[in-house]
């Protein structure tokens, strides 16, 4: 693999994403690929100050989002990044009313190579200051699912629970890789190299 190969998952607050991100890397590298796992960086914030953002500090946390992932698809063969920028976009809209972030954001989303959805069919599950409840899981769907539309981003769906969610995405993920060793570089689109 000449360019290191991103996916990203995506999802409202809890359906399993961060969970999804570590059996993905845990996965990958038992078949002997080098893989980096971009951790949540609004997780590690709301942890480090005890409270969720304010409106105005919504930019840098999405920006960070962004140069660890870019910054991880540096050295890695696999980057699997436990979110991105388009789900500050989404909860800045949905908080804050604030649209301001999805140009950023749904620019940042068309380099990803490959989008995971998590589906809305886990049990909601309290996570301390992070999640909203239940209630707000169909909203944020339909605010990323609009955003990838706005962006033109394909993606792909996963669902089920333990081992049928991460099988389900792997098979995304294995079909995505084999469709890009099908296709000839034509130059580095993406910006990574």
């Given amino acids: 693999m000449s360019r290191t190969f ?45 409270r969720t953002p304010r409106q105005d500090e919504q930019v840098g946390i999405a920006r960070e989002q962004t140069r660890r992932i870019d910054s991880a698809a540096k050295d890695a063969g696999i980057v699997v990044a436990d979110t991105t920028a388009l789900m500050i976009a989404a909860y800045s809209d949905l908080v804050f009313a604030d649209t301001g972030l999805y140009a950023l ?24 200051l992070q999640r909203d409840g239940a209630h707000v899981q169909r909203p944020v769907d339909a605010l990323v699912r609009a955003a990838l539309e706005r962006a033109g981003v394909p993606f792909d769906i996963v669902s089920g629970s333990g081992p049928s969610r991460l099988a389900s995405a792997l098979a995304s993920i294995d079909r995505a890789l084999a469709a890009r060793r099908r296709t000839p570089p034509a130059g580095d689109a993406s910006g990574r190299s």
Avoid: M, N
Wanted: charge should be negative; aromatic fraction near 4%; charged fraction near 20%.
């Fill in 105 to 128: 954001a749904e620019a940042e989303q068309v380099r990803i190579d490959l989008t995971l959805l998590t589906a809305l069919d886990l049990p909601w599950q309290a996570d301390g």
């Fill in 6 to 50: 991103v996916v990203a998952l995506l999802g409202a607050e809890s359906t399993g994403k961060t969970t999804l991100a570590a059996g993905i890397g845990a996965a990958l590298s038992t078949r002997g690929l080098q893989v980096t796992l971009v951790t949540e960086v609004l997780r590690e914030f709301c942890i480090e100050y005890g």
